[in-house]
């Protein structure tokens, strides 16, 4: 798809909104975004260009699952458009189980039970020509890519149909985001043969899958057909297709009734399974689901699992509604409020932050049985079992965050996870510590950056992940809490009004698309119309940490506040006067905007100072000592 012209729209929101902030940008800008500008698929206001292109991949699936012998087989379609200028000589192939084969590279520990001999690849065939699959001149492994040659090159502007019949085991020892949990439940994720990206900036994407990073992917339609065993319920990305031919008319009624209740219907109960009305057949059965525009594909099945759900409408004037559902073992007893989580989280960001309608018609929070954390997919997000109902909580609201981020905005995880993983470590701070006062979400947030921060461990966000995934803990600073952090203050800087003015816009704007780290950037400066170099260089490009001081007390009564750690921070002043009256100076981060490494606080001339406190427990600092003065000299405080 070509993107000629913006918006009429978009362009009148940018210039009723905007003013000219100069675009001669102090950040670096990689060689590959250079040549982008060049091409005008992308330009320096962080708009996606006149020749911005995107390919794109429907599927169709056919699959089997035997969760005995814990295998996935089947026969998947796809029709691939080449949008791109450029003729493709070769494809790329996710196969991201090969994750598992014998011999391969990870940065994950998984037991010698779950290796195996890597994705079976028994058929291929492009444009109606088989390929020799044991020719290692026309097909390739290289970690968990299948690089696949073609003597028919794919023209631009053409489209490629693929047919791949394959099959593929799944892990249960380590269940790397996927999985067999137990003997009755399953989590099925990146299992198929899957086009990689090929964008405007890398080509192709060979950034292999080793388990700490995670996932870049094209959007496209799915039409998946999964043969189940008997007594096997299924739940995936999409619209279930057939319920008819696979519940109980007992089941489709209360099913019916939850697409149409705005409470939580309990669907499918224990006592459904006790009367045998669950299912229409004893054989196995074959599910069909439907989904529309999205980067991926998963389902979840289970023996006796329950199922909650209800309606929640997003969007009025589109009647735009989504169907929330939770599905859990009855072991999994704090999953019975779930659905209601569930509910609240996406009322949450439909209306409040990020204010944007639930992009999707259905999402549904599936409970693997164990204490782990949890892992998102398009419309499907797989967890453990937190023991405290706020983790819970604050799990449920982080997983479906990621309907926005990288889902909806078709971000590359695996280089730039702070792009997603951020957002979606920062929405659920209000509402849980509105909800769960005890929790402390944000507070815990900034304690665990505070820990961290300016340590060798404290590596910027915008080094790619692929390139420090062998160093979770890192990886996972750079990509959850610093960022969380950075949005928090962005939006203190900004003020709220105008964050989310500008949040929105941006997500408008490459909704379906994907940005780059500079798009984001860009479009902040141009929408906000200032310079924010002085906050995302520090907080994304540069070692800069969180440590305010108190440096000194002038003779003429003023403090000194100087910023060592180079972090732009809210400043907090707390004065208490010999008198025992107080007074607080309050200024937000866009104090530092001036590039200063200190202000200077004016303190009422007619008093005497007898002690200040600098910062809250809401602002981290590495060095709070620092951060106390006890004046016994009554002269420096005149």
Not at 319 to 335: D, L
């Amino acid at each position: 798809m070509h993107y000629r012209s913006l918006l009429l729209t978009v362009v009148l929101y940018v210039l009723s909104q905007a003013g000219l902030v100069s675009q001669q940008s102090s950040y670096f800008i990689p060689r590959e975004l250079q040549r982008a500008y060049h091409n005008k698929t992308r330009n320096a206001m962080g708009l996606p260009g006149q020749e911005y292109w995107q390919n794109r991949a429907d599927y169709t699936i056919n699959a089997e699952i035997d969760p005995i012998k814990s295998e996935v087989k089947g026969d998947v379609s796809i029709a691939y458009v080449n949008n791109s200028p450029d003729t493709l000589k070769r494809l790329v192939f996710n196969i991201y189980q090969d994750i598992f084969k014998k011999g391969n590279s990870r940065d994950w520990d998984i037991g010698t039970e779950d290796l195996h001999d890597g994705t079976m690849i028994n058929e291929l065939i492009v444009e109606g020509n088989s390929i020799d699959l044991i020719n290692r001149q026309s097909v390739s492994r290289q970690g968990t890519k299948l690089i696949v040659r073609l003597s028919q090159p794919i023209l631009p502007q053409s489209k490629a149909d693929i047919k791949v019949n394959w099959s593929v085991k799944l892990p249960s020892l380590r269940t790397v985001r996927m999985g067999k949990y137990s003997d009755s439940i399953a989590f099925v994720a990146y299992w198929y043969p899957q086009i990689a990206v090929y964008d405007d900036i890398d080509g192709w994407d060979m950034i292999s899958y080793n388990g700490s990073v995670e996932f870049y992917n094209e959007f496209g339609d799915f039409d998946v057909s999964i043969t189940a065993p008997a007594g096997w319920a299924m739940w995936a990305t999409g619209r279930l297709q057939n319920p008819e031919e696979v519940y109980h008319n007992n089941i489709q009624k209360k099913y019916q009734q939850a697409l149409n209740s705005e409470t939580v219907v309990r669907i499918i109960t224990e006592q459904d399974y006790q009367s045998q009305k669950v299912f229409q057949s004893k054989n196995k059965m074959v599910w069909k689901f439907f989904a529309k525009d999205v980067p991926d594909f998963s389902f979840a099945m289970g023996q006796g699992m329950l199922w909650d759900a209800s309606t929640l409408e997003v969007d009025a004037k589109n009647n735009q509604s989504v169907f929330i559902a939770s599905v859990y073992p009855p072991s999994s007893v704090e999953y019975k409020n779930v659905a209601d989580f569930s509910r609240q989280s996406i009322e949450y960001m439909s209306f409040i932050m990020p204010g944007v309608a639930f992009p999707y018609p259905t999402m549904t929070t599936f409970s693997n049985g164990k204490r782990n954390g949890g892992m998102e997919t398009p419309m499907m997000a797989n967890n453990g079992n937190p023991t405290e109902e706020s983790d819970l909580f604050g799990l449920t609201f982080h997983e479906i965050a990621h309907s926005y981020m990288p889902f909806m905005m078709g971000t590359n995880e695996k280089k730039y996870a702070w792009m997603d993983e951020g957002w979606a470590s920062l929405w659920p701070s209000k509402l849980v510590d509105s909800l769960y006062p005890q929790h402390q979400y944000l507070k815990r947030t900034v304690e665990s950056f505070e820990a961290a921060a300016g340590k060798e461990m404290d590596i910027p966000p915008m080094v790619p992940n692929h390139l420090m995934a062998t160093n979770y803990p890192s990886l996972r600073l750079g990509s959850y809490t610093r960022p969380a952090m950075a949005y928090h203050f962005l939006e203190d800087a900004l003020g709220s009004e105008k964050f989310q003015q500008v949040l929105r816009f941006y997500m408008q704007t490459w909704k379906g698309k994907h940005p780059l780290p500079l798009d984001f950037i860009k479009i902040f400066e141009m929408v906000a119309d200032q310079d924010l170099s002085w906050f995302f260089s520090p907080w994304l490009y540069e070692n800069a940490y969180p440590d305010l001081c108190i440096k000194k007390i002038t003779d003429k009564g003023s403090v000194v506040v100087e910023n060592r750690g180079g972090l732009p921070l809210p400043v907090v002043l707390k004065v208490k006067y010999t008198d025992q009256t107080e007074e607080v100076f309050e200024y937000s981060t866009a104090v530092w905007s001036s590039l200063l490494k200190s202000i200077i606080i004016e303190l009422a001339s007619d008093k005497h100072v007898q002690e200040i406190t600098l910062g809250n427990e809401y602002i981290p600092d590495v060095n709070r000592k620092d951060n106390y003065m006890l004046v016994i000299d009554q002269t420096q405080s005149k």
